[in-house]
């Protein structure tokens, strides 16, 4: 079993859509929760990262975090084509990340 | 405040051969990791630098080797390389654990190909 399960999509949406990318993990000593953003050709960049389980808002993303069920979830509101990209979640417990495989999503005008 | 610069952007080599990949780390970071990740999946975790000393590996083989230096920046070793080397190195920084929570700041990468 992966540390961490991602469904790889491809994930289509119109353009305003909401969206919602999720993970699941087994490995209860995660602390931390990141999202990364990677566009072709390039590095991951950083969207979101959090500690405890709850939400965490920062303009148009939300991060949620499950330790109960061992489940986090990144939300886009009012998607736009310059969200087209691939999600990757992370999470770590000490000096090693753990990524999932990541998530196509493309944003339709 | 000055992002994680990698060097050279693409390589070409032939199996057999070696290969060094540099990084230059964020301003006021002074941890570096390396991530390794192939074609679909995410990044796999190969090493992380602090102190100039490993601190920590992941599931790779010694003929991955590496090296920080006094200023914080990086160097990723490869020898005898293998054609499943083939892959896109992601060099990221950090602050160490124990000094405040650091997410990772990623590097563009060294697209290497093994041929």
């Known amino acids: 079993q992966k540390e961490v399960e991602q469904d790889p999509g491809p994930l289509s949406v119109p353009e305003g859509a909401i969206v919602s990318l999720n993970c699941t993990y087994s490995n209860s000593a995660f602390q931390y929760f990141m999202w990364y953003r990677q566009y072709s050709r390039k590095g991951p960049e950083l969207l979101m990262y959090t500690y405890s389980s709850g939400n965490k808002e920062d303009g148009r993303f939300t991060a949620q975090v499950d330790k109960s069920s061992k489940y986090i979830s990144l939300f886009i509101r009012d998607s736009q084509p310059s969200d087209s990209a691939t999600y990757l979640c992370a999470m770590s417990a000490g000096n090693q990340f753990y990524f999932g495989t990541g998530t196509s999503l493309t944003v339709i005008p | 405040e000055t992002g994680v610069t990698q060097s050279p952007t693409h390589l070409i080599k032939t199996r057999g051969q070696q290969v060094t990949l540099r990084c230059s780390s964020q301003?006021?970071?002074?941890?570096v990791s390396w991530y390794q990740q192939a074609l679909g999946q995410g990044p796999q975790f190969i090493f992380q630098?602090?102190?100039?000393?490993?601190?920590g590996r992941g599931n790779f083989p010694p003929r991955f080797s590496g090296l920080q230096f006094p200023n914080y920046s990086s160097e990723l070793n490869v020898n005898a390389l293998e054609l499943d080397d083939s892959a896109l190195y992601l060099c990221?920084?950090?602050?160490?654990?124990?000094?405040?929570?650091?997410?990772?700041?990623f590097g563009n990468g060294t697209r290497l190909t093994v041929t």
């Open positions: 990221a920084s950090s602050l160490a654990a124990g000094q405040g929570y650091s997410p990772l700041h």
């Open positions: 630098y602090y102190r100039e000393e490993e601190n």
């Open positions: 301003s006021g970071h002074n941890t």
